[in-house]
């Protein structure tokens, strides 16, 4: 029999996958792991891990398994909040839910998984895993979930094959509801419990007073930019090296692009797209964040949904930041392919063409893209299978 310890958040999903494991014959394990000590800037609860360890203890018991606990909150710290705060500093927008599967969720936890002689990991994600032979070569795919309002490929698109090959994701082909409807009928203690938001581990927080454990306010001008500034005049011949490139380049303003609106407290607490927070009203459309310079601690801001500062055609991943899930299938220099892409959770996937460079792989989208952020992660798609992924430069 497999032994298969479950990674209990002390969330409706992860009980849920304990509960089929379990039923499927498996050896179950629940272990929970704490990752955060620390509740400056916490929005909900003084100790909300405490609660998540407490339900998911009820789970455990509920099922009958052994529970378990682990302290990662050294590693957290230093793989993915450190890395939060350092990109941030730098004008960047991470995406630490993905730095926190890669880096805890399937290796540090992974590997205190195998220390109890576990043969797989699960997690409650809404994905799925398939294997294939070919060859005499086994490859693990992943897959979007079947729910495709809580598909969470996108969070688990840096996973490489060693990872693949020990993870279990139970929940991957059920609804949401049907989620649910199971956890009531088992009587789970976390059937109502609503989901996790936030960081990962961390949960809500109030971003600016959070970052400011590191990262000191600093007050500094918001300039706005019209539409009609002269930058947004973009080259026809989207396939030259020359108009790529400046089709995936941020654009760059000075304060002499865009007159002084306002105020802030630090270009490095808001990222691009953003709208609130600006304390800016009295406009016919909403004011939204159109670039940041945290050299010169400037924000520019253009007013409404349709600006074209928003939107971009292009984007670029630099070599060493390219992820193939299945290296197998990496992209060549010169040669292109058609996948479909997202920039952020839960966007609907965007037909692009991706193309291998010296320099960089391009994203070229077919319809120019709302907030592409410096930072993010951009991820790509084979119909269900998830193939790579890679960091935007900024």
Known sequence: MAKVVVGLSGGVDSSVAAYLL???GYEVVGLFMRNWHDTTGTLEGDCPWYDDQLF????????????????????YRKRVVDYMFEEYKQGRTPNPDVLCNREIKFDVFLKEALKLGADYVATGHYCRKAIEQRDGRTTYRLLAGADKNKDQSYFLCQLTQEQLKYAMFPIGELQKPEVRRIAEEQKLATAKRKDSQGICFVGKVDLPVFLQQQLAAKQGNIHEILPSWRGYNKPNDEHSEQDLQQLATPYRYTVRDG???????GAHFYTI?????LGI???????????????????????GDSHPGLYRKALRIRPEEIHWVDPEQAMQEGECRDYMVRIRYRQPLQKATLIRKS????????EAQRGIAAGQFAAWYDGEILAGSGVIEG
């Open 259 to 265: 007159k002084k609106i306002g105020t802030h407290n």
């Open 359 to 366: 320099d960089a792989m391009y994203i070229l989208f077919e």
């Open 56 to 75: 998911a203890e009820l789970v455990a018991k509920r099922l009958d398994i052994p529970f378990r606990y682990v302290d990662l909150s050294q590693e």
């Open 22 to 24: 379990k039923e499927q």
């Open 273 to 277: 797209g953003q709208r609130k927070g």
């Open 281 to 303: 009203g009295g406009r016919k459309e909403s004011l939204f964040i159109i670039a940041t310079d945290v050299k010169e601690n400037v924000i520019y801001v253009g007013e």
